[in-house]
T-cell receptor, first 115, second 116 residues
Framework: AQSVTQLGSHVSVSEGALVLLRCNYS??????LFWYVQYPNQGLQLLLK??????LVKGINGFEAEFKKSETSFHLTKPSAHMSDAAEYFCAVSGGYSSASKIIFGSGTRLSIRP | DAGVIQSPRHEVTEMGQEVTLRCKPI?????LFWYRQTMMRGLELLIYFNNNVPIDDSGMPEDRFSAKMPNASFSTLKIQPSEPRDSAVYFC??????????????FGPGTRLTVL
């Protein structure tokens, strides 16, 4: 079984500041981990995903995330926030090809950018 | 490619009425997913198909909900009868055949359903 917890339902940062969105997961099998972004009135789109290759994963729009097995974390970061980054971000976990696998999404973190 | 297409984008109906939501996945994608998003419960997987066959419908909340995929380019999610608690945004997503839960899912824009 899998589960995911996103710490902080709302994060606010200044433009140009570091963005850090936290995600912790639980999985009984080696996990596949994802970050999706949702802009207002749109569907989700993939930012990046971890599939057991490199532990530091680079995604679109300057975002990256690091898989830390010992901490069961997959936090999302971006060195310098842009106004266009304001959106809702979802962390998700799946058990991959496991027969019992499903994809579980976190509750989301709304990112606001202050001018 | 046009991406995943959903219709209608907005639906307002009265309690007890039948509601049908439609989805056209990306051509060539073998997996299709239906999700429901609400403030209280977040994003929930309702059902998914592989090659038009329903694989897991354990997320469907009640027998009032049903989903079909008659061919590779069309799927429907039906609620009959609808209730106010069904009000939510319903998303359809599709992915390639490399494995439904390992591959990138491409989401449609969603259908915002309001049941009065």
């Amino acid at each position: 079984a899998q589960s995911v917890t996103q710490l902080g339902s709302h994060v606010s940062v200044s433009e140009g500041a570091l963005v850090l969105l936290r995600c912790n997961y639980s999985s009984s099998v080696p996990p596949y981990l994802f970050w999706y972004v949702q802009y207002p009135n749109q569907g989700l789109q993939l930012l990046l995903k971890y599939t057991s290759a490199a532990t530091l994963v680079k995604g679109i729009n300057g975002f990256e995330a690091e898989f830390k097995k010992s901490e069961t974390s997959f936090h999302l970061t971006k060195p310098s926030a842009h106004m266009s980054d304001a959106a809702e971000y979802f962390c998700a976990v799946s058990g991959g090809y496991s027969s019992a696998s499903k994809i579980i999404f976190g509750s989301g973190t709304r990112l606001s950018i202050r001018p | 490619d046009a991406g995943v297409i959903q219709s209608p984008r907005h639906e307002v109906t009265e309690m007890g009425q039948e509601v049908t939501l439609r989805c056209k996945p990306i051509s060539g994608h073998d997996y299709l997913f239906w999700y429901r998003q609400t403030m209280m419960r977040g994003l929930e997987l309702l059902i998914y198909f592989n090659n038009n066959v329903p694989i897991d419908d354990s997320g469907m909340p009640e027998d009032r909900f049903s989903a079909k995929m008659p061919n590779a380019s069309f799927s429907t999610l039906k609620i009959q009868p609808s209730e106010p608690r069904d009000s939510a945004v319903y998303f359809c997503a599709s992915s390639l055949s490399s494995g439904g839960f390992t591959d990138t899912q491409y989401f449609g824009p969603g259908t915002r359903l309001t049941v009065l």
